[in-house]
């Protein structure tokens, strides 16, 4: 068994590892343009349009986007050891809110649509902020363009996970069809805790005979980040997306955008290999 890399940063998880560090599944790739519609909250304002292109699971982008009211959580410590890190209480923001930029994970909870957004928005007096959005609440503010990838057949689902006590996304499949392997390949794909960011999202690619890949789905933690630049933020609870990524001959490449529990905002290129997840990473890569 190889030997689980040394992180600087590191958190203790309340269960035992799961000895499959990396969970994927792959099909031909999905792709739609579509409008999140004005006075619809964000969640069906994805979820109906992707259900009726037959796009079962996958990931959500948008940019610029009004919202009125914005409900959102931050990332926080944990209180107690049944955790290794938690969620700051409910905030809202009534109006004069832009997202910025967003990127949700599209899947199934107890059999209904569930999407699991981050985001980095700007108030009305320009303040820039950021973190996990509540989907029932927060409400499109004017139509937008959005964009989906994903897969027919397949989506993610939640399950509970006895090694960090929460119930989270898993690549699953929704029938035993075998699914057709001509075209572009998509991948869906969770990562556990401590595995470095950058080599995970390339071990997914790898595992899949792909040299090359752009990240289009991109929720998840890490434990504070090492960016290339030199920059180091020592804060353990954060919530992160991946601004823009690719998988280039085998290497990868990650800009993201994090937020730590104060709501900062903090952007950058991931240096490889310093950069552990810290309770999981929902991962979707286009083959190109």
Known sequence: MTAAPAFARTVRHPGPPDPQRIVTLSGPAMHLDFTLEASMNLRDAISIPLARAGLDGGTVRFANLPVSPLHFLMPALAVDD??????????????????????????????????????????????????????????????????????HDATMVTRYDPETNFTLFYPTRLSDQPLSASGKRLVLARIRPDQ??????EQACAEHGMRNAIVRGSVGSIIGAEFEDGRVLEERATEILIRSGEVRDGVGRLNIGLINPQGQVCDGVLARGCNPVLICFELVLEEK
């Open 82 to 151: 049944q955790h290794a890190a938690f969620y700051s209480a409910p905030q809202a923001i009534e109006e004069g809110t832009v997202i910025e930029y967003a990127c949700a994970t599209v899947g199934r909870k107890d059999g209904e649509p569930f999407v699991h957004c981050h985001a980095i928005w700007r108030g009305r007096d320009g303040h820039r902020q950021g973190g996990h959005l509540m989907m029932e609440k927060t409400v499109v503010g004017a139509s937008t363009l959005a964009q989906a990838w994903g897969l």
């Open 196 to 201: 470095d960011l950058t080599i995970a999202v």
